[in-house]
């Protein structure tokens, strides 16, 4: 079985499967972050400056960890060039009709199931494995994100196209296209998430969603068992234990400081 196989069964047999998302393009800290052990990373190609060039390099920094881009949209060379480096499978943004989601799987995939041209990349051992990736280059995974109403409205036909391998749901940009609360406690939104991923498991499709990580109630997330969870970004994870550590550490030094200062005033006294 290829990689791009056992990936596909590995996120369609699991249930939570964590995914940090890399946006920063410093490939050092994608290697840190892969050495703490995740499921796999997803580098986010769609709101981050990071380019095919730096992707690779995520790659190369992380192996032999698998990595999934989510790239910035529905664009033929782009999904060829990043689907070259040897990506385990890539997220689509911004679908919202089943002919969008055909054009996603045409782009990705290889003659005569697809459209998409294949180089001497680093999916194919730079030419050296060409080959051997050419049999495999049609299994690299496809998922489409369900975020805007338009989407929501077409879920059905999306997800019935032949071939998707999946959805993923961005529950911020999702809620707010819908004009509802982004709340597990909100009737609304829990019948729109519960919507997508029955239609999904109806279909034997991977589904997956997104949690920040100062997320501190993610039991509806793992009740539910989405196949894996968008956990978090790498500047989230800076921001957060930087502010949890300057927070603790003033804390502390006003206390210090206030007890330096009493002893202070009881010895002048």
């Known amino acids: 079985m290829s990689e791009q196989s056992d990936f596909f069964m590995k996120l369609r047999s699991s249930r939570s499967l964590l995914a940090p998302v890399i ?24 709101h981050s400056t990071i380019d095919v060039a730096e992707l690779q390099n995520v790659l190369m920094a992380a192996k032999p960890m698998e990595v999934v881009a989510r790239i910035r949209g529905l664009e033929k060379n782009e999904i060829k060039k ?33 459209v998409r041209g294949v180089g001497p990349g680093r999916a194919s051992k730079y030419g050296y494995g060409f080959g051997e990736y050419v049999k495999e280059a ?21 997800l019935s196209v032949p071939d998707l391998d ?6 911020v940009d999702l ?25 999904s498991r109806s279909r034997d499709l991977v589904v ?37 550590s300057l927070e603790s550490f003033r804390a502390k030094t006003k206390t210090l400081n206030l007890g ?4 202070r005033q009881v010895r002048d006294r």
């Open 208 to 244: 997956g969603i997104y949690t920040p990580l100062a997320n501190r109630t993610p039991e509806p997330i793992i009740s539910r068992g989405f196949n894996f969870i968008m956990f978090g970004t790498d500047k989230e994870s800076i921001q957060l234990e930087y502010r949890s």
């Open 166 to 171: 999946g959805c993923f749901i961005g529950p």
């Open 23 to 46: 946006s920063i393009r410093d490939s050092s800290v994608s290697e840190m972050i892969s050495l703490i052990g995740p499921d796999f990373l997803i580098v986010d190609m769609e």
């Open 138 to 158: 049609n299994k690299q995974v496809v998922i489409v994100q369900i975020e805007t109403k338009k989407a929501f409205e077409n879920l059905d036909e999306i």
């Open 260 to 263: 330096t200062d009493l002893m």
């Open 175 to 199: 809620t707010s296209a819908l004009g509802i609360e982004f709340s597990w406690n909100n009737k609304v939104f829990v019948s729109a998430i519960d919507r997508i991923l029955s239609a």
């Open 82 to 114: 990043v689907l070259d480096t040897g990506v385990a499978g890539i997220i689509v943004p911004g679908i919202e009709t089943a002919r969008e989601t055909v054009e996603a799987i045409e782009y990705s995939r290889i003659p005569p199931e697809g």
